[in-house]
């Protein structure tokens, strides 16, 4: 850091917020916003969770139990043709999927980057020819269709980023009503790893003619599949 | 008169581009209805407006002291923080970090804040490639154009604009122009090994967070994801106002933001970095840098333009306005179009620097109505132009006018005369109440709407009259 210049424009900004005419400033920081309470049954949850995600192109599947669940990881590969795939390590329901699919002949690409150097970029290219990601998630959001990712060991950011399908595998009690009641429940949620992504939906733009269309860096195609 | 301002004759040629036209009704309608519907399914959407006025008025007041906390937070991660004080300042940063690592490609998500620094251009000049990859930041790169909305760019482009452009500068076939999808998927194919060639990422912040040192970036495409994971290095461009004090208050500027914005709910990836790669992770930047740019914000802070800081910079108030839907973005000659750019690019850079924005306004007040933290916007546009006039900048027939009112004004026999002067002169001119035409300089006015006649008798008049009468 560079000290004269962050002490100059720190002199000159105590001065401002002093002279500055901020309406409602004099006023101490309004605390958490509480709001009116949401309706938090489970069967409610994951009907509005679907609701939301769907009405953004995004694909909700109910398993009963892990065996169905890898069962429709399964179909999803079949559907895409996927030859490989890229997934977290260290999440028990994505690991039965992931050996499932192997068992099937399918190869899981290694999630890890290089640091620096011509291996980074090799790395970076393996990863880059996978057609499916399966991750799992901290969080299901019910108010927005949105899932929550934590990225840390073991859980790489790049599976659900670079293929162009995503599969996400969560099971149904870590489904919360919106993204303050995950952050009350987890309060560490957004600061624990490097990474911390909410999805809302496929990938999209609407940058021509307000025309939507999906896909266009992130997955095209998300699917949450939720166990229980 | 003069020569036309610079604002009008712009407005005037927008204005009548009718493929403009529509598509910025077509576009500023549509961002209007998800707005509305948005906000309308939110519960105690007024109490969260409410509140998150309140969060960002007292995290200005104290904006010195969370940027240290945030400061601190970030370099406790291993993260380097570059105070910069102009925009010379935040492009040396810059241009110093890549030249230093012989970086060759660097790729960008959206930042405003990079265009009002002008990094491209200097990046260019140290002998880099500077690659946009939000698709409308693409393509009006491509085509050296300038971005005329901030959160839909190219609201001015139509889809054969941008096949043309593809086909001519890209070699793009016919397959892969052949409608919005097929542009979509040739942009994400060229642009992907651009992101895995790269040697920096540049993002803009939507929002730092100071009790945890994080940075939030917002995209529905996923190139801000890209550009803050593929690169071995990422630096994060940040105005000093984005600061939030707590991951609390970022859930409630994102409660407001995309709905203010678009409509969505939230934006497809909210992307909260904080910190560069940690050991056991496996990928991500090694290494992260945060520019705070000041650039003019701390002398808007201490003024009565102040409150424009709270800006969340969502476009609701370019969407509602009734002067940017008809002259569109490019008529501001500012990175900032709309509302909120006619007080943001005076207050930053001085009213000599954009004389004709605060002018660009109905002061009707739909922006200050729309706007997620309610800044009142009007406010400020007659602060400035009263500014305008203390500084002697406009045209000189106004400050004439101000000065002749003023000298009636205090003459209370002179100007009840003229008052009963206009009221017989304008007499013939007057149907049913309404004058349709004047002579010069007010037939500026009466060219496109009428006048209201003055009263036959003026209002001192009667009321004489009337105190003789009791």
Known sequence: MNTTERERMRAALDRASAAGFLPEAAAPHPGRFVQAADTVAPAVLIERFAHELESLAGHVHRAPDVEAAVAIVKRIADDHGTRSFLAWRDDDLVREASSSLERDGLVQKPQNVALAGPERVSSLAEIGTCALGITGADFGLADTGSVVLGCGPGRGRLASLLPPVHVVMIRLERIVASLAHALAADPTLASRGSNLVVITGPSRTADIEFTLSRGVHGPREIHVVVVG | ?470
């Open chain 2, 1 to 470: 008169m003069s020569q036309a301002p610079a604002f009008d004759r712009r407005a005037a040629a927008a204005a009548a581009d009718a493929k403009l036209g529509e598509a910025l009704r077509f576009t500023t309608g549509r961002l209007q209805a998800g707005r509305a519907a948005a906000l309308a399914e939110l519960p105690d959407a007024d109490a969260l407006r409410d509140h998150a006025r309140r969060v960002r008025a007292h995290t200005l007041r104290h904006l010195g002291r969370y940027l240290d906390q945030f400061a601190v937070q970030v370099e406790a991660l291993g993260g380097t923080v570059h105070w910069a004080t102009t925009a010379a300042d935040a492009v040396a940063v810059v241009v110093e970090i890549a030249t230093r690592r012989a970086a060759r490609l660097v790729v960008k998500s959206k930042s405003m804040l990079s265009e009002e620094i002008e990094l491209n251009h200097a990046l260019e000049q140290a002998g880099i490639r500077v690659v946009e990859t939000d698709l409308g930041e693409f393509i009006v790169q491509l085509a050296r154009d300038r971005p005329s909305h901030i959160i839909t760019p190219i609201v001015h482009w139509t889809r054969e604009d941008v096949a043309v452009l593809f086909r001519q500068r890209l070699g793009a076939a016919e397959q892969d122009v052949a409608d919005i999808p097929a542009m979509t998927a040739f942009a994400r194919r060229l642009l992907r090994r651009e992101f895995l060639a790269a040697d920096i990422g540049v993002s803009g912040v939507n929002f730092g967070v100071a009790s945890t040192g994080s940075i939030v970036t917002v995209t529905n495409e996923g190139n801000g994801r890209l550009t803050t994971t593929t690169p071995p290095l990422h630096v994060a461009l940040m105005g000093i106002e984005r600061i939030v004090p707590t991951v609390d208050d970022l859930e409630v500027m994102l409660r407001l933001l995309a709905r203010s914005a678009t409509g969505q709910k939230l934006s497809v990836y909210t992307n909260i970095v904080t910190g560069p790669r940690r050991d056991g992770e496996v990928d991500g930047p090694r290494e992260l840098h945060v520019v705070l740019v000041d650039n003019g914000r701390s002398t808007l802070l201490a003024g009565e333009l102040a409150e424009i800081l709270y800006c969340i910079r969502c476009g609701a108030c370019l969407n509602i306005c009734p002067v940017y839907q008809r002259v569109g973005g490019h008529t501001y000659d500012s990175v900032y179009p709309g509302p909120l750019g006619s007080v943001l690019t005076p207050g930053l850079h001085g009213l000599a620097a954009a004389p004709d924005l605060p002018q660009a306004s109905t002061l009707c007040g739909a922006c200050r109505d729309v706007c997620p933290v309610r800044i009142d916007i009007p406010r400020m546009l007659v602060a400035l132009r009263t500014s305008s006039v203390q500084q002697g900048l406009g045209p000189g027939w106004i400050r004439l006018g101000v000065k002749a009112h003023a000298w009636l004004a205090s003459r209370p026999r002179a100007y009840r005369a003229a008052l009963r002067a206009v009221g017989v002169a304008s007499a013939p001119l007057a149907r049913q109440g309404w004058m349709a035409r004047l002579p010069w300089p007010l037939s500026g006015w009466t060219a496109h709407r009428d006048f209201p006649a003055p009263a036959r008798r003026p209002f001192s008049a009667l009321w004489a009259e009337r105190r003789r009468a009791r």
